[in-house]
């Protein structure tokens, strides 16, 4: 545990000062191929960064901080687009923005608040808790979590619809309290206002929902611009503007799914065997397939969301069993995080033992 500690620390010093390189030197070459050249030994080394880590949690939000969103932000910073594009923030913000899970939230222009698009209508509304609610919240999402990790004692005793049920919701809890608990620092410290990471997926009414405006965020709003505007706009002047966003749509789950593949090299350090890559492959088109329904049955007929909600969590749930899971489960995975659990907490005990005052009679 504390060599693993040690090498998670060297990890993210590298880190820094390899984003201190990037803000001092990179940022005054010109945008463009020159820039991206330069960082190219930036990108090498966030994707190798996390191979230095052996534990599930420090491994994975630092595969996922580095490897993903740190490569693409940075990706974007060589043209001068993204969060980190003119004018540079300071350099802790600059460090905080390119390898942190943050959105920082911007009014909205006057154009978007007048637009009378109708495709703005089946955005979901997003709440604005309090940070008192933000906080239970949060703190309800770390109870049901503590109680799944408690519930996989008796796995031998359930059925194997109860347990996918438990990695469902187990997936979803610990990303985005892990998500939130990352920014938080940083949002304390600094004042950001910041974009939640995720907006109530389990209320999701079709996958067009669930993958473009409810789960993880962070991930969405990085790869919108990186591929697939790209590829909307090079598909609108070969096949035409209606149909441009279905390449785009698929050609982003592809690249989505090929970065979990080495996301997952991180947790295996086996070869791949695709299985996530086709998940992302399969969701792609059935989203794409839905846009297009949804475009030629436009205010005919319309799936009431009492249907369209839970039809959407189970193919999502069933798709997950069938290809999401089943890589991580042959290598030990689930296990591994569950006992690293119980080191967490024994750690814990022996390192912070705590000390209850007795009330006086």
Same mark, same amino acid.
Request: net charge positive; charged share 15%; aromatic share 14%.
């Given at each position: 545990?504390?060599a693993? *500690?040690?090498n998670?620390?060297k990890?993210?010093?590298?880190? *820094?000062?390899?984003?201190?390189?990037?803000?001092?030197i990179v940022?005054?070459i010109?945008?463009g191929?020159?820039?991206?050249?330069?960082l190219?030994?930036?990108?090498?080394l966030?994707?190798m960064?996390p191979?230095?880590?052996?534990s599930?949690?420090?491994g994975?939000?630092?595969?996922? $901080?580095l490897?993903?969103?740190?490569?693409?932000?940075?990706l974007?910073?060589?043209?001068?687009q993204?969060?980190?594009? +003119?004018?540079?923030?300071k350099l802790?913000h600059?460090?905080s923005?390119?390898?942190?899970p943050?959105?920082?939230?911007?009014?909205p222009?006057p154009n978007?608040?007048?637009?009378k698009? +109708?495709?703005?209508?089946?955005?979901?509304?997003s709440?604005?808790?309090?940070?008192?609610?933000?906080?239970?919240?949060?703190?309800?999402?770390?109870l049901l979590?503590a109680?799944?990790?408690r519930?996989y004692?008796?796995?031998?005793?359930?059925?194997?619809?109860?347990i996918?049920?438990?990695y469902?919701?187990h997936?979803?809890?610990?990303v985005?309290?892990v998500?939130?608990?990352?920014?938080?620092?940083?949002?304390?410290i600094f004042?950001?206002?910041?974009? +939640?990471?995720?907006n109530?997926?389990?209320?999701?009414?079709?996958?067009?929902?669930?993958w473009g405006?409810?789960w993880?965020?962070?991930v969405?709003?990085?790869?919108?611009?990186?591929?697939?505007?790209?590829i909307?706009c *090079?598909?609108a002047?070969?096949?035409g503007?209606?149909?441009?966003?279905?390449?785009?749509?698929?050609?982003?789950?592809? /690249?989505?799914g090929?970065?979990?593949?080495?996301?997952? $090299?991180?947790?295996?350090?086996?070869?791949p065997?695709?299985?996530?890559t086709?998940?992302f492959?399969?969701?792609?088109?059935?989203?794409a *397939?839905?846009v297009?329904?949804?475009?030629? /049955?436009?205010?005919?007929?319309?799936?009431?969301r009492?249907i369209?909600?839970?039809l959407?969590?189970?193919?999502?749930?069933?798709t997950g069993d069938?290809?999401?899971? +089943?890589q991580?489960i042959?290598?030990?995975?689930?296990?591994k995080?569950?006992e690293?659990?119980?080191?967490? /907490?024994d750690f /814990?005990?022996?390192?912070?033992?705590?000390h209850?005052?007795?009330?006086?009679?």
């Amino acid at each position: 545990m504390d060599a693993e *500690i040690k090498n998670f620390i060297k990890v993210w010093i590298t880190a *820094i000062t390899s984003l201190c390189y990037c803000y001092y030197i990179v940022a005054k070459i010109p945008r463009g191929t020159i820039r991206l050249l330069f960082l190219l030994p930036i990108f090498y080394l966030f994707t190798m960064l996390p191979c230095n880590l052996n534990s599930f949690h420090l491994g994975a939000p630092t595969a996922f $901080f580095l490897g993903w969103l740190g490569n693409f932000k940075l990706l974007l910073f060589a043209f001068d687009q993204g969060p980190l594009s +003119p004018p540079l923030p300071k350099l802790l913000h600059f460090i905080s923005i390119a390898c942190l899970p943050i959105k920082l939230k911007q009014d909205p222009s006057p154009n978007t608040k007048n637009n009378k698009n +109708p495709s703005h209508k089946s955005t979901p509304k997003s709440h604005n808790p309090t940070k008192v609610t933000r906080s239970m919240l949060l703190a309800i999402k770390a109870l049901l979590l503590a109680m799944i990790i408690r519930a996989y004692e008796r796995r031998s005793n359930l059925h194997p619809y109860v347990i996918l049920a438990l990695y469902c919701c187990h997936t979803y809890l610990a990303v985005e309290i892990v998500l939130v608990l990352a920014a938080a620092p940083v949002q304390a410290i600094f004042g950001f206002e910041i974009e +939640p990471q995720f907006n109530e997926p389990y209320f999701a009414t079709s996958l067009q929902d669930f993958w473009g405006h409810r789960w993880n965020l962070m991930v969405t709003s990085i790869l919108r611009p990186t591929i697939y505007i790209p590829i909307r706009c *090079i598909s609108a002047n070969v096949i035409g503007s209606r149909w441009a966003a279905l390449p785009a749509i698929i050609s982003t789950f592809i /690249v989505s799914g090929l970065a979990h593949e080495v996301i997952y $090299f991180y947790f295996t350090r086996v070869h791949p065997t695709w299985e996530v890559t086709w998940f992302f492959i399969l969701h792609g088109v059935c989203t794409a *397939i839905e846009v297009v329904v949804k475009k030629a /049955v436009t205010n005919r007929w319309w799936l009431h969301r009492a249907i369209s909600g839970p039809l959407t969590i189970i193919f999502v749930a069933v798709t997950g069993d069938w290809l999401f899971f +089943p890589q991580l489960i042959r290598n030990g995975v689930d296990i591994k995080v569950i006992e690293e659990y119980s080191i967490l /907490v024994d750690f /814990v005990k022996v390192n912070i033992p705590l000390h209850l005052p007795l009330g006086k009679s």
